[in-house]
């Protein structure tokens, strides 16, 4: 079966840069992917990593590595707005994605 | 229209009635997928439709729990006899066939069984 790992929570302050880590088991997928969702909102498409190495959007980044089944999801200049969940999940063919539990990000002034 | 639009946005209803919640996708996207979210959990997969094949339904968690998509397009989730530990936000998303565009969600329906 397939499954991710991802920190529970995760604080830091603004200004600062935060790094939320996803591990990974599957038996093949076609790359990785990062959600964001605020308290109460719909789940938001962020990025989405099919090679391994950094995708860089803005003030977040994200980084897959297929060797070491992991990836991870960088966030720069953290704002308060960047206070919300954050989901890594797993692209695979003819099935939909499968999500990790979730990482709360808390940032505080 | 712009976004997937789900209904209704709460329900609350009785231990062992049956409800029916709507999905609404953006127009031209081919996939369609249920999921659900608990409080302050995971999202869990449900259902998911791609164009005319036969969906994949081996998340749904009981036979009180069906779908359909009707003419590629509209989407209802049906829970028959529904039980205190079917509330949850049912979230709805729709994709294109280009996997790194992502899934546009739904705002959800929030479903609470009394």
């Known amino acids: 079966g397939q499954s991710l790992e991802q920190p529970s929570e995760v604080t830091a302050v603004e200004g600062a840069i935060v790094q939320i880590n996803c591990t990974y088991q599957?038996?093949?997928?076609?790359?990785l992917s990062w959600y964001q969702q605020h308290d109460g909102g719909a789940p938001t498409f962020l990025s989405y990593?099919?090679?391994?190495g950094l995708e860089e959007t803005g003030r977040f980044s994200s980084f897959l590595s297929r060797s070491d089944s992991y990836g991870y999801l960088l966030l720069q200049e953290l704002q308060m707005k960047d206070s919300a969940s954050y989901f890594c999940a797993l692209n695979q063919a003819g099935t939909a994605l499968i999500f990790g539990k979730g990482t709360t990000l808390s940032v505080s002034s | 229209g712009a976004g997937v639009s789900q209904s209704p946005s709460n329900k609350v209803t009785e231990k062992g009635k049956d409800v029916e919640l709507r999905c609404d996708p953006i127009?031209?996207?081919?996939?369609l997928y249920w999921y659900r979210q608990s409080l302050g959990q995971g999202l869990e997969f449900l259902i998911y439709?791609?164009?005319?094949?036969?969906?994949?339904k081996s998340g749904l968690p009981s036979d009180r729990f069906s779908a359909e998509r009707t003419g590629g397009s509209v989407s209802t989730l049906t829970i028959q006899r529904t039980q205190q530990e079917d509330s949850a936000v049912y979230l709805c998303?729709?994709?294109?066939?280009?996997?790194?565009?992502?899934?546009?969600f739904g705002s959800g329906t929030r479903l609470t069984v009394v």
């Open positions: 998303a729709s994709s294109s066939d280009r996997r790194n565009y992502g899934y546009t």
């Open positions: 439709f791609q164009g005319n094949s036969a969906p994949d």
């Open positions: 990593n099919a090679l391994d």
């Open positions: 599957t038996s093949g997928f076609y790359g």
């Open positions: 127009s031209g996207h081919t996939a």
